[in-house]
């Protein structure tokens, strides 16, 4: 890169969020600054202690808990599931689960076999007619 290049940054949250942990738990001098992209792959390629500690044990985002238990984030926030949760509460859960999380996971389950379904029927349909499949991601 050219010395008149500058390189493109990213907010410590946004590079929390590529990495999947909770800003909070990462050490002051990630949350104070901000990340080259350049950075944020060397953070992915080679992880220092920090970041393989807080993948291992937390505490994590609340889209990680959520995907940790099975259920929505939605899910959580209708039980009152705001703040992080570490590994050692999400397993606690897991082992015993509550009447909420059993609920909340029938629910998510029938929302994926729903979507499921709906994505079938659209490609049987786009099957019999002559319209290109859409790209929908």
């Keep these: 890169m050219s010395p008149d290049k500058k390189q493109q940054t990213m907010k410590?949250?946004?590079?929390?969020?590529k990495l999947g942990i909770y800003l909070?738990?990462?050490?002051?001098?990630f949350r104070n600054s901000s990340i080259t992209r350049?950075?944020?792959?060397?953070?992915?390629?080679?992880?220092?202690?920090?970041?393989?500690?807080?993948?291992?044990?937390?505490?994590?985002?609340?889209?990680v808990v959520a995907h940790k238990?099975?259920?929505s984030n939605t899910g959580l926030a209708r039980n009152d599931i705001s703040d992080s949760l570490t590994s050692a509460q999400i397993d606690a859960f897991i082992a015993d689960p509550p009447e909420w999380l059993i609920r909340e996971r029938r629910s998510y389950d029938a929302v994926q076999a729903d979507n499921e379904r709906i994505k079938i029927k659209r490609e049987e349909h786009r099957a019999k007619t002559n319209r290109p499949q859409k790209d929908r991601r």
Excluded: H, K, Y
């Design 12 to 17: 410590p949250l946004t590079a929390a969020n």
């Design 24 to 29: 909070p738990a990462a050490p002051e001098e």
């Design 38 to 63: 350049a950075e944020l792959d060397e953070l992915r390629a080679t992880p220092p202690e920090w970041l393989e500690e807080l993948r291992r044990t937390g505490p994590f985002p609340r889209d």
């Design 69 to 71: 238990l099975g259920i």
